[in-house]
C-alpha cells in the first residue's frame, strides 16, 4: 500500500519567515496531493490540494509543488504569521479495494514565533 | 449547511461499557471513513466505506465496528470498552472530487 513520509516533525519560524514541508510518497500511481491544517482542537481542514498533472499551485500565501518523478511535494507557507501555527498533514490518494483513501504523513507541527 | 456532524462531542465511559458514536453528513458523498488521532498526532485510519453495504477495515487494528445502512450515516461501536481505547475518533467523508471533509471528532475517554 501506500506510505507517506512527512518532514520535519516539528518546526517553529519566525513571523514573516517562510516555512517548507516536505512528504515522500510510495505509490506511482497515486494522483492527488492535499494538505490539511490542524489547530488545537479543532478539526482538520483542507488547506491547498494537488493533482499530478500539475506541477505547482498558489493561493495567497500557500503553494505546493509536486515531483513526480521523485514521488516528494512539499508545502510552501510565505510571510507566516502566528495564526499559521498548527499541525499540518500531508496526504497521497491511493485506490484499494475498489475505491479509494487517503495516507497521511505523520504531520509538522508548525509554529510561528513572534 | 452542508456538513459532518459527529456526537457526542465528549464521551467518558467506564471499562466493559458499549458504546456507539455517531457520524452523519449532509454533503451527498459516497464514501466515509474513521480515523482515531491523539491530539494533534499521526491519523490513524480505522474503517472506511465506499458506500451502502461497504466496509473494510483500515491500517490500524481496532476492536471496533461498523455499519452502512444509509448513505449518509456510518456509527462507530465499541463493543466493550478500555481504557486503551481513550483517543479522539474523527469521521470524515469524501465525494467525486477525493478531498475529506472531517467531523469536529468525538473525544473518548475510557476509565
Known amino acids: 500500500g501506500e506510505n507517506v513520509e512527512q518532514h520535519p516533525s516539528t518546526l517553529s519560524v519566525q513571523e514573516g519567515d517562510s516555512a517548507v514541508i516536505k512528504c515522500t510518497y510510495s505509490d506511482s500511481a497515486s494522483n492527488y496531493f492535499p494538505w490539511y491544517k490542524q489547530e488545537l482542537g479543532k478539526r482538520p481542514q483542507l488547506i491547498i490540494d494537488i493533482r499530478s498533472n500539475v506541477g505547482e499551485k498558489k493561493d495567497q500565501r500557500i503553494a505546493v509543488t509536486l515531483n513526480k518523478t521523485a514521488k516528494h511535494f512539499s508545502l510552501h507557507i510565505t510571510e507566516t504569521q502566528p495564526e499559521d501555527s498548527a499541525v499540518y498533514f500531508c496526504?497521497?490518494?491511493?485506490?484499494?479495494?475498489?475505491?479509494?483513501?487517503?495516507?497521511f504523513g505523520t504531520g509538522t507541527q508548525l509554529k510561528v514565533e513572534l | 449547511e452542508a456538513d459532518i456532524y459527529q456526537t457526542p462531542r465528549y464521551l467518558v465511559i467506564g471499562t466493559g461499557k458499549k458504546i456507539t458514536l455517531e457520524c452523519s453528513q449532509t454533503?451527498?458523498?459516497?464514501?466515509m471513513y474513521w480515523y482515531q488521532q491523539d491530539p494533534g498526532m499521526e491519523l490513524h485510519l480505522i474503517h472506511y466505506?465506499?458506500?451502502?453495504?461497504?466496509?473494510e477495515k483500515g491500517d490500524l487494528s481496532s476492536e471496533s465496528t461498523v455499519s452502512r445502512i444509509r448513505t449518509e450515516h456510518f456509527p462507530l461501536t465499541l463493543e466493550s470498552a478500555r481504557p486503551s481505547h481513550t483517543s479522539q475518533y474523527l469521521c470524515?467523508?469524501?465525494?467525486?472530487?477525493?478531498?475529506?471533509?472531517f467531523g469536529s471528532g468525538t473525544r473518548l475517554t475510557v476509565v
Open positions: 466505506s465506499y458506500g451502502v453495504n461497504s466496509t
Open positions: 470524515a467523508s469524501a465525494g467525486s472530487n477525493y478531498g475529506y471533509t
Open positions: 496526504a497521497a490518494l491511493s485506490w484499494a479495494g475498489g475505491g479509494n483513501k487517503l495516507t
Open positions: 454533503m451527498g458523498h459516497d464514501k
